[in-house]
């Protein structure tokens, strides 16, 4: 039947196929793939053909590929042209941005950066969800939305991921691993020299006096190795937990989950596991861990003692929302941690430790289902679990400083859990006699939802009222501030700590 695929005419197991009409059906299994598919499932692209968001394969040469093509390719190259014309104009670019912020607001400029660098992180951290989410699940979701969060790849630093490249360069998921696992270093080494060739530059002009320190270029350089690795720990953690998937047919024939024209009988694919299980030690395992060496180690700086604040008589006075405002005043005159603010300056500081939480969040929801009930309705109910202990998480502790900051993480988070949701209706469908990765009309849906949460960010950011800080436990009300300090006495311990 239509929809559905077997190894050979005398294969008594018939496999339904993800995508929707690659799959032609037929008792003759050399005709049973749609044109420029092929493999199992019919899920590879012959040669001269590539594969877009929605699984189906086209031909290089048709005018949708050059049209797809030059709109990517334009996209890269204005993205590289914005990042060039802001690292030349940076100085006058953060004036121009301080001025017209302190116009638009009572709030302080530095304050104002600090709080859409914040927002940044969020959204991040929920396009990086959501633009793995399809790859974990082995899901096709609706076209429209497949090929607006393959953009998201930019932001991983992916950008052999983005539609169109393999019509441009030949690549198969080795390449892809490859690229993904040694690309972050590399990135790494041009902007650390980058950045001493600053600081050289600036000693030249000025030996006495250099106006770019090597004090400041050492703290860049440390800070560029947490924001980079911030920004690639979910991709390149999916890309290696891919490697260790196969799937084995009937006929006895091996294939590689993540790429049906990989063969795992193949003799170098050994050397691609041994070289995976390395990855998992330095991305998956070995970011994380720097991370809470390096909190744990500078937790008191972070979450300064209460006694640095106030004394023992005021305490009885003072509100927990009061005494975590003040640490935030001491902690900022650690020279000794500024270097890994990406960490924790966001949080409150008796939430000094909420960064790895936010790890684990991100390789759960968007890594981790690689490797448990591949493809199956039980795998996304799961992940939807874990989605909504997330928002239960959020929700409870409130880490962050700023209250509409709080405000932003539980809506991305109740985003992603309808994305689940979504890919859960969409399972459902496949499971079904029509079959189909749903519709445009939800792939429209999901691609609002995607909006909705950068148009909140930057709203709130810009927003021409009086900033309101919560305390980690409240909403930065009267009545929440009440709620608060109920809620404190009831975690005396924790807030003395």
């Avoid at 077997?6 to 339904?16: E, P």
């Avoid at 691993?177 to 650390?192: E, R």
């Avoid at 949080?347 to 968007?366: H, S, T």
Wanted: charged letters at 20%; one cysteine or more; aromatic letters at 10%.
């Amino acid at each position: 039947d239509e929809g559905y695929w077997r190894v050979d005419q005398t294969s008594a197991s018939v496999l339904k196929c993800f995508v929707r009409g690659v799959c032609l059906g037929g008792s003759n299994t050399s005709t049973q793939c749609a044109e420029g598919q092929t493999g199992p499932y019919c899920s590879v692209c012959e040669d001269g053909y590539s594969q877009n968001q929605n699984g189906r394969c086209y031909s290089c040469d048709s005018g949708s590929s050059v049209v797809a093509e030059g709109i990517a390719t334009a996209l890269f190259l204005v993205s590289l042209a914005v990042v060039a014309v802001a690292l030349k104009y940076r100085k006058r670019l953060v004036k121009w941005y301080n001025q017209a912020v302190a116009k638009a607001s009572k709030i302080s400029a530095n304050r104002k950066f600090h709080t859409l660098r914040v927002k940044v992180k969020i959204v991040v951290a929920f396009c990086q969800i959501v633009s793995e989410l399809g790859p974990s699940l082995s899901l096709v979701f609706p076209g429209n939305y497949s090929a607006y969060v393959a953009y998201y790849s930019l932001l991983q630093l992916n950008v052999i991921a983005l539609p169109n490249v393999s019509c441009i360069v030949s690549t198969n998921y080795y390449d892809q691993l490859l690229v993904n696992t040694l690309a972050p270093p590399i990135v790494f080494i041009a902007v650390a020299v980058a950045i001493q060739l600053l600081a050289v530059r600036a000693r030249r002009l000025n030996e006495r006096n250099p106006s770019y320190t090597q004090h400041r270029a050492r703290r860049d350089t440390i800070n560029a190795a947490f924001v980079i690795s911030y920004f690639v720990l979910v991709n390149v953690s999916t890309k290696i937990f891919q490697v260790f998937q196969c799937e084995t047919f009937d006929d006895g024939r091996s294939y590689l989950v993540a790429d049906y024209s990989i063969s795992c009988d193949a003799p170098e694919r050994n050397a691609y596991l041994t070289y995976g299980s390395l990855m998992i030690l330095v991305y998956p395992v070995g970011i994380p861990l720097v991370y809470a060496v390096v909190l744990f180690q500078n937790r008191k700086r972070i979450n300064p003692d209460w006694r640095k604040v106030v004394d023992v008589e005021e305490k009885k006075f003072v509100s927990n929302r009061v005494i975590q405002k003040e640490k935030i005043k001491v902690r900022n005159t650690y020279e000794e941690i500024e270097n890994i603010k990406l960490l924790f300056d966001s949080y409150v500081p008796k939430r000094w430790y909420f960064e790895l939480f936010d790890c684990a969040r991100r390789l759960l929801l968007g890594a981790v289902p690689v490797l448990i009930f591949r493809g199956s309705t039980l795998q996304i109910i799961i992940v939807l679990l874990i989605s909504l202990c997330s928002v239960a998480t959020f929700m409870y502790f409130n880490p962050y400083i700023h209250v509409h900051d709080n405000h932003l993480a539980i809506l991305a988070q109740w985003s992603i859990t309808l994305v689940l949701i979504s890919a859960l209706i969409i399972k459902v469908q496949a499971l079904s006699t029509e079959g189909g990765s749903g519709d445009s009309g939800m792939g429209a849906v999901l691609i609002l939802l995607n909006i909705t949460i950068v148009a909140v960010a930057i709203g709130t950011t810009l927003m021409n009222s009086k900033e309101k800080k919560s305390e980690g436990g409240g909403d930065g009300d009267e009545e929440d501030e009440e709620r608060g300090e109920g809620e404190d006495s009831g975690r005396k311990k924790e807030d003395e700590d």
